[in-house]
């Protein structure tokens, strides 16, 4: 079975802004786009106040991985095998999973930081909590 979404015809920018509003009607104090190399907009940084003060999170969006799904998948036709088709999947997948964290935040299961944290910017660097639990984790098996 294709991956979710991946009929959807709806351009990258109305998604963004589903989910830019959906970050917003969450306290979020500011947004920026990032852009990929190709001009395309590969995800969102954001701020918000927390109850430890302001922290900063990135959400990407990696496109890279929703096209190789999509041509593998013998059930999606070509015109889908696109790297902008792969983007309005991928925007749309990301949409999806933060109305489904906004189901845990609405019934009081979770903060907006809390089902964020993996991707909290670190201080001095650039990298989100995730990838510094992973490189360290490498650390301690290498």
């Known amino acids: 079975m294709p991956i979710a979404n ?7 920018e109305k998604t963004m802004g589903e989910v830019i509003a959906a970050l917003r009607r969450r306290g979020v ?6 852009y990929d190399t ?3 907009a590969a995800g969102l940084e954001f701020s918000m106040r927390t109850e430890y003060g302001v922290r900063h999170f990135a959400l990407p ?13 013998p059930k999606v ?3 889908r095998r696109t790297p902008e ?3 309005r999947v991928a925007w749309a ?3 999806d999973w ?23 910017l670190g201080g001095t660097t650039d990298q989100t909590a995730f990838e510094t639990f992973r490189s360290q984790q490498k650390a301690i098996e290498g």
Not at 29 to 34: G, K, L
């Open 38 to 40: 190709d001009d395309t």
């Open 93 to 95: 997948i990301a949409r």
């Open 61 to 73: 969006v990696r496109t890279e991985g929703v096209l190789k799904a999509l041509s593998a998948d």
């Open 98 to 120: 933060l109305r489904a964290q906004s189901g845990l935040i609405d019934a009081g299961l979770a903060t907006l930081d809390e089902v964020m944290f993996p991707w909290m």
């Open 85 to 87: 088709h792969a983007a």
């Open 6 to 12: 991946y009929t959807t015809e709806q351009a990258v």
């Open 77 to 79: 036709t070509p015109a």
């Open 29 to 34: 104090v500011r947004i920026s786009t990032i």
